[in-house]
């Protein structure tokens, strides 16, 4: 099971950091991702993490805003977002994938979800 969490309502330019917490072990071949969907569109990808290399992985649209980590020791996985934009604004879920090597960016090749946390963008 996944449990997200640290969404809220900001204005532009501010942070915010969201956790993922998983109440399995995550293994060292799982990806662990975020994506997020706003109102009437489809569910995009926005950051990604190979758990054994920490090797991590964002879209143009994040690139140099959003920071993906993870610490091993409390099987959790975070999300800094900084300067934030309107267009950020979205729920923001958290996904496990358990094959190594998949590619990160596809929502269909992730096994399990957490509930997802809304994230609010005031201009």
């Known amino acids: 099971q996944l449990q997200a969490s640290g969404g809220g309502l900001v204005q532009a330019g501010d942070s915010l950091r969201l956790s993922c917490a998983a109440s399995g072990r995550i293994l060292s071949d799982y990806r662990m991702g975020w994506f997020r969907q706003a109102p009437g569109k489809e569910r995009e990808f926005v950051a990604a993490?190979?758990?054994?290399?920490?090797?991590?992985y964002y879209p143009d649209s994040v690139k140099g805003r959003f920071t993906i980590s993870r610490d091993a020791a409390k099987n959790a996985v975070y999300l800094q977002m900084n300067s934030l934009k309107p267009e950020d604004t979205a729920v923001y879920y958290c996904?496990?994938?358990?094959?190594?090597?998949?590619?990160?960016?596809?929502?269909?090749?992730?096994?399990?979800w957490g509930q997802g946390t809304q994230v609010t963008v005031s201009s």
């Open positions: 993490i190979r758990w054994r290399l920490a090797k991590t």
């Open positions: 996904a496990a994938g358990v094959l190594a090597y998949a590619p990160v960016g596809e929502s269909s090749l992730y096994d399990y």
